[in-house]
């Protein structure tokens, strides 16, 4: 028995030097000293390769790379681009989508969605006489022809790959040849600027974490919800609007302390010669946080997503002649764009309502004098930004629970619960603005405008 062990034994350990013999034969090291590749880099492509659904975004890249060789600098690539790339997604989420929250393929595929689709258009910029473009299109113009590399390093970035957040590929292509930095020839200052932004991510996980388990959008489907008084179901439905939003701003803030990092959150120095580091900022923190008004919350939140529809769908239709118009098509394509769920319709559909009726809210208070005085009394400031903080929110809570509920028969649940107060609030408003602004304004305050 004991020479059978031993033999048995003597077989395994000579069978583990032959494997272990074979791997070294294998190893990455000398894989990648055969390709010319550092070891590193060999083992960041095949992680990158193991996700058995890297194919979806491979074959848009190359895809994306052959339109660009193939059509060149016209506007058949940029349609081409916009029509297969937005085709690409929505066929990805009509088959992949359920009525919960998914973390699948396209919410990355999202993400690189906008990047290709910017990439086409900078490329188109870049073919034009540099006089006919904006200074914003100047900057984003792209005059070289990248390469295959260039376009799936800038795809890839793995800093942004996830969730975000949007960057030009003139802005990459500066990175790749060392020039974000703020000392010329050295690394980066970055790893302060980057730990504060990471920091402050953490902060904001913690809370979340802490909380959600208390804060949630199934509650809103209860019957429990429904039971407890109008005021409960209102005030409950403001802190869930403003604390949802949490998750978002932690995986922002995370990201871009990442970006940061590398150096892609350079952004130039400011007048007295410090370095600034937010050319990656998806979120202003102190704004988001304290700023009382619907546009605030907007130019504060998810900042280069707003800024990328901004430069390639808002200004682009320029030519239709009609700012709403080009407003309410930039909305219907995030919308589209986050997926077809009828809760997003609905969503950016108050967004675009909501911002119409602030601005008209805000403009009738400017021009009417009576109400500029009122506004300007010093000892009502708190209670203009309470009640101001508490419309803001209560109604950020009501769209947001269309965008997270998703289907119809969830949202328009919640939305009977609370007798759809948000659309008969803001609706209402739109149309008796104007009349209270022609009561309220002196004809004189409206020559002088008009002059």
């Given at each position: ?7 048995d034994?003597?077989?395994v ?8 013999s ?11 000293t055969?390709?010319g590749?550092s070891?590193?880099?060999l083992?960041?492509?095949i992680?990158i390769?193991l996700?058995?659904?890297?194919y979806?975004?491979?074959?848009c890249?190359?895809l994306q790379?052959?339109?660009l060789?193939l059509?060149g ?5 940029v349609?081409t681009?916009f ?13 992949t989508?359920?009525g ?13 969605t ?9 490329y188109f910029?870049?073919g034009?006489?540099q006089?006919?473009?904006s ?9 070289g022809v990248?390469?295959?590399?260039e376009v799936a390093g800038f795809?890839?970035?793995?800093g942004?790959?996830?969730v975000?957040?949007?960057?030009s590929?003139n802005?990459?292509m ?6 974000l ?16 932004r990471l920091?402050l991510g953490?902060f904001?996980?913690?809370g979340?974490?802490?909380l959600s388990?208390?804060?949630t959008?199934?509650?809103l489907l209860?019957e ?5 008084p ?7 439905m403001l802190i869930?609007?403003?604390f ?8 922002w ?11 892609l959150?350079?952004?130039g ?7 600034k580091w937010d050319a990656?900022a998806?979120?202003?923190v102190?704004l988001?946080e ?10 504060s939140?998810n900042i280069?997503?707003?800024?990328w ?6 200004k682009?239709?320029?030519f ?8 309410g098509?930039?909305?219907l394509?995030l919308?589209?764009?986050?997926g077809?769920h009828s809760g997003y319709?609905v969503?950016?559909q108050?967004e675009?309502l909501?911002?119409i009726?602030e601005r008209q809210?805000?403009?009738l208070?400017?021009e009417?004098p ?6 300007a009394i010093?000892?009502?400031?708190p ?5 101001q ?9 009501y769209s ?8 119809w ?15 008969i609030?803001?609706?209402?408003l ?10 309220m304004?002196?004809r ?5 405008k008009?002059?």
């Amino acid at each position: 028995m004991a020479s059978s062990a031993e033999g048995d034994e003597g077989t395994v350990v000579a069978l583990a030097g032959v494997l272990q013999s074979g791997f070294q034969e294998l190893s990455l090291n000398k894989l990648a000293t055969s390709l010319g590749a550092s070891e590193q880099a060999l083992r960041l492509i095949i992680s990158i390769f193991l996700g058995n659904q890297l194919y979806h975004s491979l074959l848009c890249i190359v895809l994306q790379f052959l339109i660009l060789r193939l059509m060149g600098r016209t506007i058949t690539a940029v349609l081409t681009t916009f029509c297969f790339q937005m085709a690409y997604l929505l066929a990805g989420y009509y088959y992949t989508a359920t009525g919960n929250y998914d973390i699948k393929w396209t919410m990355p595929h999202c993400v690189l969605t906008l990047k290709l689709i910017g990439l086409a258009v900078d490329y188109f910029d870049g073919g034009k006489d540099q006089n006919s473009l904006s200074s914003e299109q100047q900057k984003y113009a792209i005059r070289g022809v990248p390469s295959l590399l260039e376009v799936a390093g800038f795809s890839y970035f793995y800093g942004a790959f996830l969730v975000g957040p949007q960057f030009s590929m003139n802005h990459y292509m500066k990175l790749v040849q060392g020039e974000l930095i703020d000392i010329p020839g050295k690394i980066p200052n970055s790893i302060i600027p980057a730990l504060k932004r990471l920091s402050l991510g953490l902060f904001y996980l913690v809370g979340y974490t802490l909380l959600s388990p208390h804060i949630t959008e199934d509650y809103l489907l209860t019957e429990d919800y429904d039971n407890h008084p109008f005021w409960f179901r209102c005030m409950y439905m403001l802190i869930w609007g403003k604390f949802v939003l949490y998750k978002y701003v932690t995986c922002w803030l995370v990201t871009e302390g990442v970006c940061i990092l590398t150096g892609l959150g350079f952004n130039g120095f400011e007048e007295k010669g410090k370095a600034k580091w937010d050319a990656c900022a998806n979120m202003k923190v102190w704004l988001f946080e304290t700023n009382p008004r619907f546009t605030g919350t907007i130019a504060s939140f998810n900042i280069n997503t707003n800024a990328w529809v901004a430069r390639y769908i808002f200004k682009r239709l320029k030519f239709l002649g009609n700012k709403e118009l080009s407003q309410g098509l930039s909305l219907l394509f995030l919308a589209l764009w986050h997926g077809l769920h009828s809760g997003y319709l609905v969503c950016f559909q108050m967004e675009f309502l909501i911002v119409i009726v602030e601005r008209q809210a805000a403009r009738l208070i400017q021009e009417s004098p009576t109400l500029s005085k009122l506004a300007a009394i010093t000892v009502l400031q708190p209670f203009y930004y309470l009640v101001q903080q508490t419309i803001h929110w209560l109604f950020m809570g009501y769209s947001m629970t269309a965008f997270c509920l998703f289907t119809w028969d969830k949202w328009l649940k919640v939305y009977k619960s609370i007798y759809f107060l948000g659309h008969i609030f803001f609706l209402s408003l739109l149309f008796i603005l104007p009349y209270i602004h022609k009561a309220m304004v002196p004809r004189k305050e409206k020559l002088k405008k008009m002059e």
